[in-house]
């Protein structure tokens, strides 16, 4: 099992950046492929990042691709999203996942991932 821990949201004005830290526990994080979403108030959850056990492999979402980094280091346990560049639009709470699958067909997918964090707010003022 593994349990999820997110941290560094925050307030931060538009053209801004935040990284975003997801710290794991248990010896088997480097098992897992990691994934970071978002869920913005009425919305459902939408797929931002995903990376591969070694963090040879990313991945992005169509709205923060060439503005968002997902990176991994997998000696401390902890997964980052380097965030730039932020918008109005990206104001959401921001959820890391584990996955233990290896295909990246259905990576886009909630039900793919079988960690999650608590999650960390993400606010973008205009």
């Known amino acids: 099992q593994v349990q999820l821990v997110e941290s560094g949201g925050g307030l931060v004005q538009a053209g801004g950046s935040l990284r975003l830290s997801c710290a794991a526990s248990g010896r088997t994080f480097s098992t897992y492929a990691m994934g970071w979403f978002r869920q913005a108030p009425g919305e459902e959850r939408e797929f931002v990042a995903r990376?591969?056990?070694?963090?040879?492999?990313?991945y992005y979402g169509d709205s923060v691709k060439d503005r968002f980094t997902i990176s991994r280091d997998n000696a401390k346990n902890t997964v980052y999203l380097q965030m730039n560049s932020l918008k109005p639009e990206d104001t959401a709470v921001y959820y890391c996942a584990a996955d233990s699958g290896f295909t990246t067909q259905l990576m886009k997918l909630i039900r793919t991932y079988e960690y999650w964090g608590q999650g960390t707010q993400v606010t973008v003022s205009s």
């Open positions: 990376i591969n056990r070694s963090g040879g492999s990313t």
